[in-house]
């Protein structure tokens, strides 16, 4: 049992491996699930007899998803108030539905429908309670939400969206509401359609919309903006908030010239400063201060706030960041030690230290940079764990619980997920920091790690920052010369720890490792993404990408880290003239992933230090180092 188990005063308990001890086992519980996909019934209720296993439920459910009948009627309605709400309703509620649909049972299909994001599904629902005599008010007053969205819509809408025509719902004010919003969302061939449901005279707008969608630029041709009506101003400013981002100075020029155009509203000339300040701010533009200075306190959040001070940093304005924020009583940490860095540049000394005395004692970027500064020790600020013995029994036995084991167990992590969410959405906070603490004994490290997140249980340092995968990043750590520390770290920002996370661009495993990434470092051969999702592979070919990235970066492993995230060539591009201290060109990184990633992933190195029982604060080398091309 892992130390800090061993420190509850709980008495002793039967924790995870007690779970299940007089239980079927996963073998079973498979042999039952392939009995119940064959459809033979009698066997499939033979098998279920016999069946003590946490996942009994995914067997019934795999039959009556896979076989809906009218005959099963009352079993599945039985499992449906069950398990209502649950992870295994909607996949067997949707077939059920399916299968009513294509036999035109529509008063069981309205008796069984539940609310859902499926349109297809809702549009039948709304259609079958038509054709049964439903007051047609109550159900076309729906439909609205349903046509203005700024996509095409299901044919099972069809019928329904003809009726709501008919009876005088579809206005040109809705279809108008459906062209920004098809605009808006890139659907340009939707436009194409929706051109001829516009009056005859504002028919043009819609094609006016494809060309600013298609071509920014085409927004700054102010003759197409002909009758200078205030649909056109909608168009003008949505052109001129897309121009800004691949061509500030023709959108800047635009923008001037359309003031004297249109008569805009003071929401618009403010959405337009704001994303002017954005753009212009992040490119470095000339004019970013100037735009930055013209957003209204309303609408400066974070975001934007960043951008200032940043915009500031850049032109050493310690002044102006001190008239900044002197007087807020709630900044940021980053405020807070950038206010305190001017302080110090202006000669208060004294008032710089009082402010980083305060912040060396978080756990984070600023607090580590500012006890380096200090010459403090780093405090990770950890917290003796407590909690009720009886709420961990009573968690561990719960049938989430279980079920979510058993299917992580089965490497089925996405329903394994799913469980774990519903279990927890449900739980009290007592109750989730039991799941967390009960995950973290069987290894389900992202689990515990995103639901002390989400209960804000920071404070709980060898939970949150585990030593996963231990000897395997210790072993390829050093095969590649690469700190352990750094390597861990990575890994815990990339993926949390979770060997089957999959990003939006393709990267995969632990220390999310696009293939092409992979095969470049495994001497150009390919490997499967099925590999990747492996942790042994993808641990060494993550850390021998590391060592591949401090080389190319000339051992500098700051560089090393913001290229593991934005790519080596694009941090060459970021790379100052002059000689920067490090420090500072963190901050100035443009992109915010990119930024906050270096920042994090120094944070976590610097705790896996701490956690590995080595001395010293090894943020203070960025400190005293410089940045340059």
């Given amino acids: 049992m892992t130390h800090w188990l061993r420190r509850l005063a709980v008495g002793s308990l039967c924790f995870v491996s007690c779970l299940g001890a007089a239980q079927s086992t996963h073998d079973e519980f498979k042999q039952a699930e392939r009995i119940a996909w064959s459809g033979n019934y009698n066997n499939f209720t033979a098998a279920i007899a016999q069946l003590d296993h946490p996942l009994k439920p995914y067997v019934e459910m795999a039959f009556y998803q896979r076989h809906p009948r009218l005959k099963y009627q009352q079993e599945i309605q039985h499992f449906l108030t069950i398990y209502e709400h649950t992870p295994l309703e909607w996949p067997v509620r949707s077939a059920w539905l399916e299968y009513l649909k294509r036999h035109k049972k529509k008063a069981r299909f309205i008796e069984f429908y539940r609310e859902t994001s499926d349109v297809e599904l809702k549009c039948t629902y709304l259609s079958y309670q038509l054709d049964l005599g439903a007051p047609k008010k109550a159900i076309l007053d729906q439909v609205a939400d349903i046509w203005t969205v700024g996509k095409s819509q299901p044919r099972a809408c069809d019928g329904l969206f003809r009726a709501w025509q008919k009876a005088g719902y579809r206005t040109s004010e809705r279809v108008w509401q459906r062209v920004s919003n098809a605009a808006q969302s890139g659907q340009t061939s939707l436009l194409d359609y929706l051109q001829k449901l516009l009056p005859k005279h504002e028919a043009y707008l819609a094609q006016l919309y494809k060309t600013v969608r298609q071509d920014p630029s085409a927004a700054a041709g ?31 020029r635009a923008w001037q010239k359309m003031q004297n155009m249109f008569s805009f509203s003071q929401q618009q000339k403010d959405s337009v400063a704001y994303r002017f300040a954005l753009a212009l701010a992040s490119k470095g533009h000339k004019d970013a201060r100037f735009w930055l200075n013209k957003v209204p306190k309303s609408l400066q959040d974070k975001k934007l706030l960043q951008w200032l001070m940043s915009n500031m940093l850049k032109e050493q304005d310690w002044e102006g960041i001190s008239a900044l924020f002197v007087g807020h009583e709630q900044l940021s940490n ?28 978080e756990r984070d970027y600023y607090g580590f940079l500012a006890a380096a500064r200090l010459g403090l020790p780093v405090s990770l600020n950890e917290l003796p764990l407590e909690i009720d013995a009886a709420i961990v029994d009573q968690v561990s036995q719960a049938p989430g619980f279980k079920r979510a084991k058993a299917l992580y167990e089965l490497e089925r992590y996405t329903q394994a997920r799913r469980e774990w969410n519903y279990l927890t959405n449900t739980s009290s906070k007592d109750e989730k920091l039991a799941a967390s603490v009960l995950a973290a004994e069987f290894d389900w490290y992202d689990s515990t790690i995103f639901t002390l997140a989400q209960i804000k249980a920071w404070d709980y340092v060898d939970l949150r920052f585990p030593m996963a995968f231990k000897d395997l990043f210790s072993k390829y750590s050093k095969r590649h010369r690469v700190d352990l520390a750094w390597s861990i770290a990575i890994a815990r920002r990339e993926s949390s720890f979770a060997p089957d996370a ?22 150009r051969k390919r490997v499967t993404k099925k590999r990747l999702y492996q942790p042994a592979t993808n641990i060494r070919l993550g850390t021998s990408y590391l060592e591949y990235l401090k080389r190319k970066n000339a051992g500098n492993e700051i560089l090393a880290t913001a290229s593991y995230n934005a790519g080596y060539h694009r941090i060459k591009r970021w790379l100052p003239s002059e000689a920067m201290p490090a420090e500072l060109w963190i901050e100035l990184i443009p992109y915010k992933e990119t930024r906050d990633y270096v920042k994090n992933v120094m944070a976590y190195r610097q705790v896996y230090h701490t956690r590995l029982g080595r001395d010293g604060n090894i943020l203070a080398d960025i400190l005293e180092m410089k940045i340059v091309k």
């Fill in 222 to 252: 102010l003759y197409r903006f002909k009758k200078r009506t205030v649909k056109e101003s909608e168009i003008a400013v949505y052109g001129v908030r897309r121009l800004i981002w691949r061509d500030p100075d023709l959108a800047l």
């Fill in 334 to 361: 980053a405020q807070q030690y950038w206010l305190a860095f001017s302080l110090s540049k202006r000669g208060d000394i004294a008032g710089a230290n009082v402010i980083w005395q305060q912040l060396a004692k």
């Fill in 502 to 523: 999959r990003s939006s661009a393709d990267a995969h495993g632990l220390m999310q490792l696009l293939p092409s990434t992979a095969k470049y470092v495994n001497n």
